[in-house]
Nanobody
Framework: VQLQASGGGLVQAGESLKLSCVAS????????MAWYRQAPGKQRELVAR???????IYAGPVKGRFTISGDDAKSAVYLQMNSLKSEDTAVYYC?????????WGQGTLVTVSS
């Protein structure tokens, strides 16, 4: 199974991007889906998590600016990023957890210029 992430790019501070991640086949039942990011020289960190049932969790620095949504029927997860800041620059990775396995996407680069 592959997770295909897309939507990254170069934007200016204050602009928006939407990331998408879709699995190559159904991963039902999905327990949780998430986005992580890794900035140069830093460890990978959780950005947002979507739990089956619809509840969401956000990291402090992105609360109020980013919105995660999931479509478990499609095994897809999205991240709407608004009011982007230079510190959001990173490679963003999607992650899908079933009740028995964990899958990672290949990463999509987001660069925010100030």
């Amino acid at each position: 199974v592959q997770l295909q992430a897309s939507g990254g790019g170069l934007v200016q501070a204050g602009e928006s991007l939407k990331l998408s991640c879709v699995a190559s086949r159904s991963l039902l039942p999905v327990a949780a889906m998430a986005w992580y990011r890794q900035a140069p020289g830093k460890q990978r960190e959780l950005v947002a998590r979507w739990l089956s049932g619809g509840s969401t969790i956000y990291a402090g620095p992105v609360k109020g600016r980013f919105t995660i949504s999931g479509d478990d029927a499609k095994s897809a997860v999205y991240l709407q990023m608004n009011s982007l800041k230079s510190e959001d620059t990173a490679v963003y990775y999607c992650n899908i957890n079933t009740h028995s396995r964990e899958y990672w996407g290949q990463g999509t680069l987001v660069t925010v210029s100030s």
